[in-house]
């Protein structure tokens, strides 16, 4: 990958992350978990952060419309090529779905510069976004130019990941 990062253009590149991640992850399980399983960690329990009342029935709600929404387009996604509607969504039930909100301490780390999220690809076969309080979705097109992502109001962003590529 950074090898990918320096035949970009100069003002493409991505900036870097410098010392430890500055974010907060609280990764919350969406929907029924396999049964049987060789990977038990994608099924942790999941941490649940103080001072947020409510914290679960918002995960639940938000984590299963977010599904919806991604079983939608992969649907269209399999139509479109000439599969069974449900040749994707089949593969997604049990699937290790997750709901990741990011916090990040602005008042510490709040400074021009500071990155929260260095460049990356995701894995999976769809991730789902919706919009972001702060400037901060920049995608890289095929070229290596750099191009800020927007998420309008009321929508969600959906990506294909290396399971697609």
């Excluded at 942790?44 to 991604?70: L, R």
């Excluded at 972001?132 to 109001?153: A, D, T, Y």
Aim: positive net charge.
């Amino acid at each position: 990958m950074q090898e990918k990062v320096r035949a970009m253009p100069k003002e493409s590149q991505p900036a870097t992350i410098v010392g430890p991640d500055l974010k907060w992850r609280y990764m919350w399980n969406v929907g029924p978990r396999p049964l049987k399983t060789q990977f038990k960690e994608l099924n942790s329990a999941p941490v649940i952060p103080e001072g947020f009342p409510g914290w679960t029935e918002t995960m639940n709600s938000w984590g299963s419309k977010m599904i919806a929404a991604v079983e939608v387009v992969a649907e269209m996604a399999a139509i479109g090529f000439g599969l069974p509607k449900d040749a994707f969504t089949s593969l997604m039930k049990q699937a290790p779905h997750v709901l990741g909100p990011t916090g990040s301490d602005l008042q510490n780390h709040g400074q021009e510069g500071i990155v929260f999220a260095g460049y990356h690809y995701d894995t999976n076969f769809l991730t789902i976004h919706r919009k972001c309080r702060f400037p901060s979705l920049n995608i890289w097109l095929k070229n290596g130019q750099k191009v800020e992502g927007s998420v309008p109001e009321g929508c969600l962003l959906i990506q294909t990941g290396k399971e697609v590529i």
